[in-house]
Structure formats: structure tokens, C-alpha cells
């Protein structure tokens, strides 16, 4: 079994994932207190399934970018994590990519080529990156890296579409501020979904997808073999 743990925005997500199938999830609002009670509420969510730490083969871990607080707390739990179980495979995750392949389906139904997907980084603006959807359902990658995280101002993304050379009708966009892009770029697809903060489940997911298909995820700057913070910029806790 996997799980999966994620806090790059304001909550703390939580997944249990056999290789076919969720078992169980977890969201819970964060402020101030992750560093206290992530560990516990990862034991009593383990509890809760009836298993252990023992029972887990795999720890997949959202790198960031975003909440700095949160990148580094999720991040040393899950070294402790492996410290005491050190037989625990641990995957690290670019957290943007995680949130794209929460909307990798839709982006298809929309017959979008690209996803660009947004993190608030806490200081008024965003965390972005673009992905390039691939249509062919089994194929090894469900998107690739198109380009670097950038941070941007909202208002700027029409600007960012003109810099990379993204047609708007092929773009879904996902993630913070979507709500305030509707109607404000002509042609421009926002994601339908409720919740669209990175999450444990998409990271899980996304980590499942390579490791059941044997993929070599060396340098595709989405997933990574060891527990590494994204900061883009000179970090400050929030």
C-alpha cells in the first residue's frame, strides 16, 4: 500500500492508496498547529484503516512549491518517517504536477493540449507551470514539464500565455484564483472542480502511474526519488 501525504496550500491531505484503487482519504484545515499534529493525525488515520506503518510500502510526499510552513513540515515528518522504517520506498512530488493530474481527465474531455496550473504562494501571487497533456491514455507519461515554475502575478497570465506561445483555447487552467479568470480571457478553460488545491490523492496517483508502469522519472521534474523542498524563492513562514 501507498500514502500519500500533501500540504502545499492551507490544508493537510492525507491518502491511502492500494495498487487499484483509494482506500481511504483525509482533509483537514490547517493553521498554526501542522507541526504538532501531522504525525498523530497520519498514526490515528493509519489506526482508523486497521493497519501500520508496517503495512505501507511506499511514502509519497508533495514537495512544494507553496506554504513554506507546510513544505517543511510534511517534509521532515515523512524523513522520520523513513528513519524509523527505513524498508519504506519514499517518492517526492512536484506539487504542481499533482495538481494538474487531478484535472488531467477533463483537460482531455475539453480537448485542452495544455494544463497551467497555479499555487498561491502566500505573498499576493502565484506559483505557476505549464504541462503538456499526452491524449494516448496508456501511455507511459500522462503529461510532461513544458517549462519552469515561474511566479506571476494573476493578472500577468495573459502575458505568460504570449511569452510561451500557448494558444488559449488549448489551455485548462487549474488551481489558486481560477474562480477570478472566468470571463476575463476569451477562450480561456478553467478547471470545474470544487477543490483545487494540490492534494494527497493526485500525488499518489501520479506516483502509482510511473512506479506500476516501471517509468524512469530521472530528470522529468515531476517526480523524484528523494525527499527534496521545491522553494522558488527565499523562503517565509506562513
Known amino acids: 500500500m501507498f500514502i500519500s501525504i500533501e500540504s502545499s496550500s492551507s490544508d493537510l491531505s492525507v491518502a491511502l492508496l492500494g495498487k487499484e484503487r483509494l482506500i481511504d482519504r483525509l482533509t483537514i484545515p490547517i493553521k498554526n498547529e501542522l507541526s504538532e499534529i501531522i504525525i498523530p493525525t497520519i498514526k490515528n488515520f493509519l489506526t482508523h484503516n486497521g493497519i501500520t506503518f508496517k503495512d505501507i510500502s511506499t511514502l509519497v510526499v508533495g514537495c512544494g512549491p507553496g506554504s513554506f510552513t507546510g513544505i517543511r513540515v510534511v517534509v521532515a515528518a515523512a524523513k522520520g518517517i523513513q528513519i524509523s522504517n527505513d524498508y519504506m520506498k519514499v517518492i517526492g512530488i512536484n506539487s504542481l504536477a499533482a495538481l494538474a493530474m487531478s484535472v488531467l481527465e477533463e483537460a482531455r474531455e475539453k480537448n485542452c493540449r495544455y494544463i497551467i ?72 478553460k478553467t478547471s470545474i472542480q470544487d477543490n483545487q488545491n494540490s492534494n494527497a490523492l493526485s500525488a499518489g496517483k501520479l506516483a502509482l502511474h510511473f512506479i506500476d508502469k516501471n517509468i524512469d522519472f530521472k530528470n522529468t521534474g515531476i517526480i523524484f526519488n528523494s525527499l527534496k523542498p521545491i522553494y522558488i524563492r527565499s523562503p517565509e513562514i506562513n
Open 117 to 188: 496550473s497555479s499555487i498561491d504562494t502566500k505573498r499576493g501571487d502565484i506559483f505557476v507551470q505549464t504541462f503538456e497533456v499526452n491524449n494516448i491514455v496508456k501511455s507511459e507519461f500522462p503529461f510532461s514539464v513544458i517549462n519552469e515554475i515561474e511566479i506571476l502575478e494573476i493578472q500577468n497570465l495573459k502575458n505568460y500565455l504570449l511569452t510561451h506561445k500557448l494558444i488559449t483555447k488549448n489551455v485548462l487552467f487549474t488551481g489558486h484564483n481560477s474562480e477570478l479568470l472566468k470571463n476575463k480571457i476569451i477562450n480561456l
